[in-house]
């Protein structure tokens, strides 16, 4: 039925779009292969403009979140006015089309209309630092830590880059710090953009969130501010720019924090452990796809890359002992891209997440790792020979309407006929019960079942897209997929920028949207949130909700009650569903509440959340 349909509507697109007719007409489709099929050359960057971007400075100076740049435009899809790629720039179509997917024919020679940006324009690449591997900052209480976002030279796939780094690392320093400790950080910003650093999933002082906006201006380029980050929750964090994540993050700007627990035993045992940061870049050949100065491209779906990285380096190796147990902390830095990640059938189980370990460690096959999300799992080897780290999705072909699995391996394991010691067989085999984490949960349990406090739905509005565009979607988002692993459309979703792009979080008590949403609560209050992600808008798609500053439970999705508990500062709500969050307001401050699809945060996807100090000392 769904591929069928797919069929149907694409082909009805295509032919009355090459008939020159109104996609309305789509009740004649014609079967897909009669479709034009891709042009030659289209995939190629016209001349070198990628490499002189506009004035350097824009991308990031956002003065406000929620601000659009053009927000109000009239601009309806018949209308030329302000509509995507109207304007022949010298960027035309650099977008490399999925195999066998040709590009929509209305589409062809648009551009975004936005002034091409990429890292360290003039500068000359040989001039910069190497990028290196992360190095691991042990720090105790009271240090101070010197972070400096900086251009590096950093080679992909043979190709050179002019992109970022902290420190010259990418990704950057690994922070590592006992729990309860409290570091400076001094950080100073040497490259190209406004920036400013986000302590993600840290419930740490608002003054040092690193919102510009909200919390502190943006830090200018050659300019520094001091952060003072205070861990009190055990786990694996990380750090990126709350500026054109969509730019600064994509490029290189994120590193881990590794809090260890007072108790040894905080984890099951295990042999060895790794720190893994999965990312994405879109590469057109040897190019990459430039970003636009005025605000994201790919408003959409996000940039979905066609590399994918761990660690920075396309290809993960490690080499282990037989029967050795792996405690992998995983982290997706991705601006859009969900994994969906295991270990070539190697045994694994969950013990954490966030912002805590969850109530029992479970058994999985995968986990899913939406951007900003962590999971730490544990990985038993068991047998020599070599295990694939694969990311195993469903994708779908828009052009022929087929959901396909697509699987990339990301790295290789290694293991070695040599037995490990110790051996944590037994213990592995062992799915532990954390009892302190049901304990502290115990309290939230009686709010479970209350009525949500406060509602949102997610959804989009869009002005002045391509016809072809707003044609296709308008069809054929009558079938929806929850999650969007791969980017199928990526013709008509780089041509959709912040300009004509609104993601939306709509309070449903109020009608108020994005930063129109002030929601004031008390500290030490227990707030249960309802998410729906409305399946009937212009282009649903799953959002990975991030609240700043708080910890909250996912105590229910589509009613369903979750059966073992973990603490999270983000939530991955899928299209079509209802999911119920209950909210620790216990940091007073205004906190930002978002999608961490960079793009979508870009074209507007944000709210505040303002916990009102108790009043008590
Ligand atoms: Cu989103």
Not at 52 to 65: F, L, M, S, T
């Amino acid at each position: 039925m769904r591929r069928t349909a797919r069929i149907a509507l694409l082909a009805a697109v295509l032919a009355a779009l090459s008939a020159g007719r109104a996609a309305a007409q789509q009740q004649t489709p014609k079967p897909p292969e009669k479709a034009t099929p891709a042009m030659p050359g289209m995939h190629g960057m016209h001349g070198d403009s990628a490499h002189h971007a506009g004035a350097p400075a824009a991308p990031g100076a956002k003065p406000k979140p929620g601000a659009r740049p053009d927000a109000g435009k009239p601009a309806g899809p018949t209308s030329h006015e302000g509509m995507a790629g109207m304007e022949h720039g010298a960027m035309s179509m650099p977008i490399p089309m999925p195999a066998g997917m040709p590009m929509m024919p209305g589409l062809m020679g648009l551009s975004t209309g936005l002034t091409p940006f990429l890292p360290g324009a003039g500068v000359d690449p040989a001039s910069l630092p190497a990028a290196r591997p992360t190095e691991v900052a042990h720090l105790e209480d009271g240090d101070t830590l010197e972070l400096t976002a900086m251009l590096v030279r950093r080679t992909v796939r043979g190709r050179t880059f002019t992109m970022y780094g902290f420190n010259g690392q990418v990704p950057g320093p690994l922070i590592r710090v006992p729990q309860n400790a409290t570091i400076t950080v001094r950080f100073r910003n040497r490259i190209d953009l406004p920036s400013a650093v986000h302590w993600h999933g840290v419930r740490l002082d608002n003054a040092s969130d690193g919102v510009p906006g909200v919390t502190q201006a943006p830090v200018a380029p050659g300019d520094s501010f001091v952060y003072t980050v205070h861990f009190p929750d055990a786990g694996i964090y990380w750090y990126h720019p709350h500026v054109r994540e969509d730019i600064e993050q994509a490029m290189g700007l994120f590193g881990n924090m590794l809090v260890d627990a007072p108790d040894r035993d905080y984890y099951s045992p295990a042999n060895r452990e790794q720190v893994l940061i999965l990312d994405d870049l879109l590469m057109n050949g040897d190019t990459l796809i430039p970003f636009g100065t005025e605000g994201p491209d790919f408003a959409l779906m996000g940039r979905v890359g066609n590399v994918i990285l761990v660690n920075g380096e396309p290809r993960y190796s490690l080499r282990v002992k037989r029967g050795e147990v792996v405690r992998f902390y995983l982290t997706n830095a991705s601006s859009s891209r969900t994994y969906n990640l295991s270990f070539g059938g190697a045994a694994m189980k969950v013990v954490a997440a966030d912002v805590s370990r969850f109530e029992r460690e479970e058994r999985v096959e995968s986990v899913v790792l939406a951007p900003a999300e962590r999971y730490v799992v544990q990985v038993r080897f068991d047998r020599p020979g070599r295990y694939a780290l694969v990311n195993a999705v469903q994708a779908i072909n828009h052009f022929r309407g087929e959901f396909e699995p697509e699987v990339d391996t990301l790295g290789i394991v290694t293991v070695e006929a040599t037995p490990a010691t110790p051996d944590y067989s037994r213990a592995f085999a062992t799915l532990r019960a954390n009892a302190a984490v049901s304990r502290d949960i115990a309290k939230y349990r009686p709010y479970f079942d209350k009525e949500p406090a406060k509602r949102l739905t997610l959804t989009v509005e869009a002005t002045g897209l391509p016809l072809a565009t707003v044609q296709f979607m308008s069809i054929d988002t009558a079938y929806y997929a929850p999650v969007e692993w791969v980017d199928g459309m990526p013709d008509m979703n780089w041509l959709s920028t912040s300009r004509q792009v609104r993601w939306i979080l709509r309070d449903d008590a109020t009608g108020k949207e994005n930063m129109d949403i002030d929601w004031h609560v008390p500290q030490g209050s227990i707030v249960k949130l309802r998410i729906f992600n409305d399946p009937r808008s212009f282009h649903p798609m799953q959002h990975p909700i991030h609240l700043h500053g708080q910890r909250m439970l996912v105590v229910a999705r589509d009613g369903v009650r979750t059966k073992n508990l973990v603490w999270k500062d983000t939530a991955l709500i899928p299209v079509g569903s209802t999911v119920d969050l209950l909210i620790d307001a216990s940091n007073p401050g205004d906190w930002m509440l978002h999608c961490h699809i960079a793009e979508h945060l870009g074209s507007g996807m944000m709210a505040l959340l303002h916990v009102d100090p108790s009043g008590r000392p």
